[in-house]
């Protein structure tokens, strides 16, 4: 038999040969796999060979031969079973890699494998938006594991839209994070990733390459540098460009540096390309008529962004309600103009917010809305009336420049983090409160005296003009204008008004719950009594209704299911359609 050495163990003296074709003649070269077929997922794979100490082999769809190995077969060896892999029998496998010297695929049978968006750095793309494991935090950045054996960095500076100090403080070892690919080079092993949620969450195009770069193309990119010629603005694929001093705002720039930081998320135009030359010049200064190559950008929110102005009070329709708010239109308005209000910019109270939403119906009108931003796709509106009232009052700030210490300012909470509060106020600006800072009593979770969408009055302790950060006072004695009572009551009137509201909404769909108010004597039908002492109630005028009385407010009453007794209403709850009573004697003799 005419065989090819493939080696000679130095110790044993053992010699591997091999039989192969391509090995016995000299100058033969294997069969390479085509790289459309690496990745593969192959609904059908014939069990040739089963061999219970190594694994099967395969023959796949086009002919050739693949072997799995035995840990491939299945997801845990306590699930494997090896009856289903008889000669003849057919699988679902994929392709995972190539052995040249058995010129064979090697495949996995593991569903987690099968179903993986990415098997190796070939399949992933610059711009992808990836979800990852933290797996370690250096000084560098951080590593996120992406897939099996695919890992990634996020620079220090990508680790959030402004640079953290201590980034052990917002992540953890294990936190499962959103990243989206800045720079992959799968030769070199590398993945360069970003957190900024400005870059994670940008619809508009990603830039990777110099011949993309046509003028009048907006995207985002982050500054990397700012000097007193301008900013180097960097995209994907370390594609950067040149913003000059004289592009970089409608109104002039004496010190770019002391109003660009590094890292920088902005949303820029492309003025001008020379792709050999690898040369770009951009400008701040986004044009509101698009060009021919970005007429992609030219939407009916573009039309909005001229016609209606932050503080500019609207009435709308409810076109569609959605979990986290409404769809509403804008009434005469010729365009029909689409807006958003989110759920929690329905009332100043986040409770009543969501009351309000539940009671609320598609079509609707809903009077006096607020024009407040045009994040994102929509216009967002808003009715919370404190709100409302700061910009109608001029008690706003329209840019960083106009924050001075000191000022008192209405805004909303946006995010509740472990170590502060972020606060947004009407125009965009935001600030923090940091955790010793928000509240007269010692804070130990933050989540237990904030919530998300949560109308708060701030007061400016401090500003970084270099870092354009703001940190806020929110403790309720350092946040009074003066006249506490007054503002109090305020508050309290603006709460009733809008519950009475909600009562007019509710009586079209839920009469019922309306009628039962808090004090008001039912006579009910005993439903069931719990196995913890409580008891279900039933009546015809709390149809569609949970009715319930706690085993403290039966008081020392014998019930059972069929009989009739009178209760007092304590509690409605219009969102759950739960309706608490109480049949203690010393409470239904008070007086009405």
């Known amino acids: 038999v005419k065989a090819c050495v493939l080696s000679v163990h130095p110790t044993s003296r053992a010699v591997r040969l091999t039989l192969r074709p391509p090995f016995l003649h000299p100058g033969g070269a294997p069969r390479q796999l085509p790289e459309q077929r690496m990745g593969a997922v192959l609904e059908e794979a014939t069990v040739k060979a089963f061999y219970q100490q190594f694994g099967a082999v395969f023959e796949l769809d086009d002919g050739t031969l693949a072997f799995a190995r035995l840990k491939h077969l299945s997801k845990t060896r ?24 058995d010129e064979m695929c090697i495949v996995s049978l593991k569903h987690q494998i099968i179903e993986a968006r990415f098997l190796q750095y070939q399949d992933i793309n610059t711009g992808d938006v990836v979800q990852g494991k933290v797996l370690s935090l250096k000084p560098i950045g951080m590593q996120v594991k992406v897939a099996d054996g695919i890992r990634g960095l996020v620079p220090s500076l990508h680790l959030s839209d402004v640079i953290l100090k201590q980034p052990e403080k917002k992540y953890n070892i294990g936190d499962e994070v959103k990243c989206r690919v800045l720079e992959c080079n799968p030769g070199g092993k590398k993945l360069i990733l970003t957190l900024k949620k400005s870059l994670v969450q940008s619809k508009l195009p990603v830039l990777s390459n110099y011949e993309d770069a046509k003028p009048g193309l907006i995207t985002h990119g982050f500054v990397v540098c700012a000097r007193e010629f301008g900013c180097i603005v960097k995209f994907y694929n370390d594609v950067k460009g040149l913003v000059p001093k004289n592009e970089l705002g409608s109104e002039p720039v004496s010190c770019p540096d002391k109003v660009f930081y590094e890292g920088q998320v902005l949303k820029v135009m492309v003025l001008k390309c020379e792709p050999q030359q690898e040369r770009l010049l951009l400008s701040f200064r986004l044009s509101s008529k698009p060009g021919p190559e970005d007429k992609w950008k030219c939407t009916p929110k573009e039309k909005q962004e001229v016609k209606y102005q932050i503080g500019e009070m609207v009435d709308v329709k409810i076109l569609k309600k959605k979990d986290n708010g409404l769809e509403v239109s804008i009434l005469e308005d010729e365009d029909n103009v689409v807006a958003w209000i989110p759920m929690l910019h329905l009332s100043d109270f986040v409770a009543t917010s969501k009351l309000l939403w539940h009671s609320l119906q598609e079509g609707d009108v809903l009077p006096r809305v607020m024009y407040l931003s045009d994040k994102g796709e929509h216009i967002i509106l808003s009715r919370k009336s404190a709100v409302i009232s700061a910009v109608q009052e001029e008690q706003v700030v ?27 106020f009407p125009f965009g600006v935001t600030g923090l409160a940091p955790k010793v800072s928000m509240s007269d009593k010692f804070v130990t979770d933050t989540k237990d005296h904030f919530v998300v969408g949560q109308t ?54 839920e009469p019922s719950i309306c009628e039962l108010v808090p004090g008001k004597r039912v006579h009910l039908v005993v439903q069931d009594v719990r196995e913890d002492g409580s008891a279900l109630f039933s009546d015809s005028s709390a149809t569609g209704l949970t009715v319930t009385a706690t085993r403290y407010h039966l008081g020392d009453k014998n019930i059972a299911p069929g009989e009739k007794r009178k209760a007092l209403v304590l509690h409605v709850d219009a969102l759950t359609s739960e309706v608490y009573v109480s049949l203690r004697e010393e409470l239904l003799k008070q007086r009405p």
């Not at 603006?494 to 009562?503: P, V």
Request: positive net charge; contains cysteine.
């Open 398 to 424: 329209r840019s960083f420049s106009e924050i001075e210490p000191g000022m008192l300012l209405t805004g909303y909470v946006r995010n509740v983090m472990p170590f502060g509060v972020f606060v947004e």
């Open 456 to 509: 708060v009055i701030a007061k400016v302790m401090s500003i970084d003009e270099e870092k354009q950060r703001v940190l806020l006072n929110l403790k309720v004695s350092e946040c009074s204008s003066g006249d506490s009572a007054a503002e109090s009551f305020a508050l309290l009137n603006q709460y009733f008004k809008e519950l009475k509201e909600i009562k007019d909404f509710l009586r079209r769909g």
């Open 78 to 101: 306590k699930s494997f079973k090896p009856g289903v892999f008889k000669e003849g029998c057919k699988h679902k496998c994929r392709i995972i890699d190539y052995s040249l010297m």
